[in-house]
């Protein structure tokens, strides 16, 4: 007699196609934008090249030279020397194209060991170990490729992870809202690159979601598995860039200021939790023993006393503007924005949720969307005013969008668990409403940055197709699985917002209903 499958093993089934879905849907997204971009043509991505280059062949930290500590020589292919150069003629260049460019070494003289300068030689190795790998084949512009297919893959399952947690819960369509707008065109950019601060983003606000999941939406029987995730998750955020272990701690903090209390104490009561919290504890204290003991945070070389505290912190929440442009959408070596229009859309779409949270938010959540605001304005205004007299005046925006991200992850929860008097539709509604055009957004963030490289930024659009540079695969088969994709994402979205129940077959409960039923379990 077969076995009929019980609400339990339904849950379990959803989780995991959601995992699978957005794995699928994201790693998609990011490998047209890999495959789209010049290689090297990423925020730094040079300097992370030939990192990665170095680590995997057991050169960890290198050697600061003399005249510039926050540089350094490692020992790599000549290859990988010459990326450094490589994009010098087109970055920060809007109207250059990649045609311009030396071409790299190649057969017996590409493989020849040399010094190589990196201003990344102080990061914390680990996910350049990752992404590395793909520097141990012959070097050619097809290895670059696959290194950002690589670190796509790292992104996509971390953010994977974060959707499956959504799967499980109640009245999920506001905290799908919320998940999806967070994933600008800008994020989804940086997945497609070499570059740690990927990493942090995504597994940011995969941690923010599966915290508040965990004191939000208590489930004791899955109490173990959801902290053995976390731990996974926190520990590759606190190994990806030097700020990145105090961001596991605040993120911590702020998800237990914002509550509820009693969900934590559970959590931190029950001792199946233990083993993953000293698991976090360990993994972040590694990371900051590595950033102590290299220097990550004073790697800037020389002093820039010209930047005094009070005024760098004055003029980081000045430039507050400008990165919440950035982080919608300023591709390359940020000399690459969408259109004007498209950015104002954006944001319009993505605020509608905190405002409603904020409208709409019981007593207790009342000041929830605020705090999470003043830590992800005011935390980079503080950390970049006092790290700015030893490396500068450096700080854009993804650097805060670990942060930035919690606003909506947050504002999803506080949403969900309103007690108002919107019908049960309208979180459903918003999310048909809303992210169709997120998708659109997507698109024309994509279509921005290959017009740049094609033809330049200002280019005539008709020349896209036949422009002065191309990408190794057709502009056309590009733009068809970009959209494809784009189209699936959203029906997944969509489907898993607005069907009924917490899980396949089963009724949807309300959020403090579910809560209640959870604290009597035995």
Avoid at 71 to 90: E, K, N
Avoid at 149 to 173: D, K, P, Q, T, Y
Wanted: hydrophobic share 50%; proline share 7%; glycine share 8%.
């Amino acid at each position: 007699m077969p076995h009929s499958p019980t609400a339990e093993d339904s849950l379990r089934q959803a989780r995991r196609r959601a995992f699978w879905g957005a794995f699928a849907v994201l790693w998609v997204l990011a490998a047209t934008w890999a495959v789209a971009s010049p290689v090297l043509s990423g925020p730094d991505e040079n300097a992370h090249v030939v990192k990665a280059a170095a680590v995997v062949r057991g050169e960890l930290g290198g050697r600061s030279s003399a005249d510039n500590p926050g540089s350094g020589l490692v020992v790599v292919p000549d290859f990988y020397r010459a990326t450094m150069t490589y994009p010098i003629c087109f970055a920060f260049q809007p109207e250059a194209t990649p045609d311009c460019v030396t071409p790299l070494p190649e057969g017996d003289a590409a493989d020849d060991e040399v010094e190589s300068t990196t201003w990344m030689v102080r990061n914390n190795p680990v996910y350049y170990a990752v992404v590395g790998l793909p520097t141990l084949l012959p070097p050619g512009e097809s290895v670059l490729y696959l290194m950002r297919l690589v670190s796509a893959g790292m992104c996509a399952a971390v953010l994977a992870w974060g959707f499956r947690e959504v799967a499980g819960l109640a009245r999920r369509s506001w905290l799908l809202l919320g998940v999806t707008a967070a994933l600008t065109p800008m994020v989804v950019y940086l997945t497609s690159t070499v570059n740690p601060s990927a990493l942090e983003i995504c597994a940011a606000l995969t941690l923010w979601v599966s915290l508040l999941a965990l004191v939000r939406d208590p489930d004791p029987a899955r109490l173990g598995s959801r902290a053995a995730g976390i731990a996974v998750v926190a520990v590759l955020l606190a190994n990806s860039r030097g700020t990145s272990p105090f961001y596991v701690g605040l993120i911590a903090l702020t998800v237990a200021a914002v509550g509820p209390w009693s969900g934590v104490l559970r959590v931190l009561r029950d001792r199946r939790s233990w083993p993953w919290l000293g698991l976090t504890v360990v993994g972040t204290a590694l990371s900051l023993g590595w950033t102590a003991s290299a220097g990550t945070l004073e790697a800037g070389g020389a002093d820039h006393p010209e930047l005094g505290f009070l005024s760098t912190a004055l003029r980081t929440l000045t430039d507050t503007g400008d990165f919440l442009v950035v982080s919608i959408g300023r591709f390359g070596w940020l000399d690459t924005s969408m259109p004007v229009l498209a950015v104002v859309v954006l944001c319009a779409l993505i605020g509608v949720l905190p405002l409603l949270a904020l409208a709409l938010a019981r007593r207790q959540d009342r000041f929830a969307v605020p705090l999470v605001l003043v830590v992800a304005i005011g935390i980079p205004v503080l950390v970049h005013a006092w790290q700015a007299r030893s490396v500068g005046y450096i700080w854009t925006a993804r650097y805060s969008l670990p942060l930035t991200v919690g606003v909506l992850a947050v504002a999803g929860f506080v949403a969900r668990d309103a007690r108002s008097s919107l019908p049960d539709e309208a979180g459903p509604r918003l999310l048909r409403t809303i992210v169709p055009w997120l998708a659109v957004g997507q698109l024309v963030g994509f279509a921005t940055n290959l017009r740049r490289y094609t033809v330049g930024a200002t280019g005539s659009w008709r020349d896209v197709l036949d422009g002065a540079w191309s990408p190794p695969v057709p502009i056309l088969l590009l733009l068809a699985v970009q959209v494809l994709a784009l189209a699936v994402g959203t029906v997944l979205v969509l489907r898993a917002g607005t069907a009924t129940g917490t899980g396949a077959g089963t009724t949807e409960r309300p959020a403090t209903a579910q809560a209640t039923a959870a604290d009597v379990s035995p």
